[in-house]
T-cell receptor, first 111, second 115 residues
């Protein structure tokens, strides 16, 4: 069965650079969620989209933005990167009333 | 965690023993889910229990939910070395009429199963 695809899997950036993470949900899933997991931490909800509209917002910094496109894939844009942004970024997808399925994550390292 | 705590933070047992992990939360929820994560890897969904359910089984997993105490437990029976991982509970308390919203994760329990 198809799973959630995230790209890239690993990303190294320098401070103050920008990064774009991509998420391709499971076919026919209409909701996408983004989570951030710092080293040794639990995942923290950032933002979610339902039918291409933002549906909920968590602890997402103003330097980050995200959107969901017409083909339901989503991109998380991160600007003015800081060392503290180094983390695993997970995308999850679901049908509106269904369980969330997580992608393998993108490991971002900011140097 | 914004929502609650898990205990113990770390658990070390021998293969064949049972492992019990607990999770507490603060607000009313629609459902509670348990996830497994191998070190630095993705989150694997284990089981979902709805707020009107008290117990659920899946293979060697048994989950209980006590909404009056706002707590849940995950029991892994006859543990194996391959069960070594971190286990997180996650709660969904969105008001989407039963549909699922964003998840609030607990701190997780790091389980080590020794062969």
């Amino acid at each position: 069965a198809a799973g959630v695809i995230q790209s890239p899997r690993h990303l190294i950036k320098e401070k103050r650079e920008t990064a774009t993470l991509k998420c391709y949900p499971i076919p026919r899933h209409d909701t996408v969620y983004w989570y951030q997991q710092g080293p040794g931490q639990d995942p923290q909800f950032l933002i979610s989209f339902y039918e291409k509209m933002q549906s909920d917002k968590g602890s997402i910094p103003d330097r980050f933005s995200a959107q969901q496109f017409s083909d339901y894939h989503s991109e998380l844009n991160m600007s003015s990167l800081e060392l503290g942004d180094s983390a695993l970024y997970f995308c999850a997808s679901s049908r509106r009333a269904g369980e969330q399925y997580f992608g393998p994550g993108t490991r971002l390292t900011v140097t | 965690s914004q929502q609650g705590e898990e205990d113990p933070q770390a658990l070390s047992i021998q293969e064949g023993e049972n492992a019990t992990m607990n999770c507490s939360y603060k607000t009313s929820i629609n459902n509670l889910q348990w996830y497994r994560q191998n070190s630095g890897r993705g989150l694997v969904h284990l089981i979902l229990i709805r707020s009107n359910e008290r117990e659920k089984h899946s293979g060697r997993l048994r989950v209980t939910l006590d909404t009056s105490k706002k707590s849940s437990s995950l029991l892994i029976t006859a543990s194996r070395a391959a069960d070594t991982a971190s286990y997180f509970c996650a709660t969904d308390f969105s008001n989407y009429g039963g549909s699922q919203g964003n998840l609030i994760f607990g701190k997780g329990t790091k389980l080590s199963v020794k062969p």
